[in-house]
């Protein structure tokens, strides 16, 4: 059987990375990306953003949270993953997300990218403690 799960995604961070540590101590970190796209209709031009959350490992999540903020330009490769959960109410709830390989910082906000500008984490070790769901 042929698999692959493969993302590549660039856009700006829609608020302040959040970090934490899981009870083993592993940090992660949480992101949310804008990602835009631009089309046109009707001799109009319309934009289409999609909101994504990125989840960051080890080493990676502590730097991300140590040099963004909200409104950095960030190119992000990585995998995506579902997991769905039950609330106390009984109700179910799902979550489609991204988690993290390499992030690169592209430019700070009011800024135009330049290579000067790029920096690149890699999250290393793929089997970090993630939770299971």
Same mark, same amino acid.
């Given at each position: 059987?042929?698999?692959?799960?493969?993302?590549?995604?660039?856009?700006?961070?829609?608020?302040?990375?959040?970090?934490?540590?899981?009870?083993?101590?592993?940090?992660?970190?949480?992101?949310?990306?804008?990602?835009?796209?631009?089309?046109?209709?009707?001799?109009?031009?319309?934009?289409?953003?999609?909101?994504?959350?990125?989840?960051?490992?080890?080493?990676?999540?502590?730097?991300?949270?140590?040099?963004?903020?909200?409104?950095?330009?960030?190119? @992000?490769?990585? =995998?995506?993953? $579902?997991? !769905?959960?039950?609330? #106390? &109410?009984?109700?179910?709830?799902?979550?489609?997300?991204? @988690?993290?390989? =390499?992030?690169? $910082?592209? !430019?700070?906000?009011? #800024? &135009?990218?330049?290579?000067?500008?790029?920096?690149?984490?890699?999250?290393?070790?793929?089997?970090?403690?993630?939770?299971?769901?």
């Amino acid at each position: 059987m042929i698999s692959l799960n493969k993302v590549f995604l660039a856009g700006n961070l829609t608020r302040d990375p959040e970090l934490r540590y899981t009870p083993g101590g592993n940090p992660v970190c949480s992101l949310g990306l804008a990602v835009s796209n631009r089309y046109q209709q009707n001799n109009e031009w319309k934009e289409d953003v999609c909101f994504v959350g990125i989840t960051a490992w080890g080493r990676q999540a502590e730097i991300c949270s140590e040099y963004l903020s909200k409104g950095r330009s960030v190119l @992000v490769e990585g =995998r995506l993953r $579902f997991h !769905s959960w039950e609330t #106390e &109410k009984g109700e179910k709830r799902s979550k489609l997300e991204v @988690v993290a390989q =390499r992030i690169q $910082f592209l !430019s700070k906000p009011g #800024e &135009k990218a330049s290579s000067e500008d790029v920096s690149s984490f890699d999250s290393g070790n793929k089997n970090l403690e993630e939770p299971p769901f």
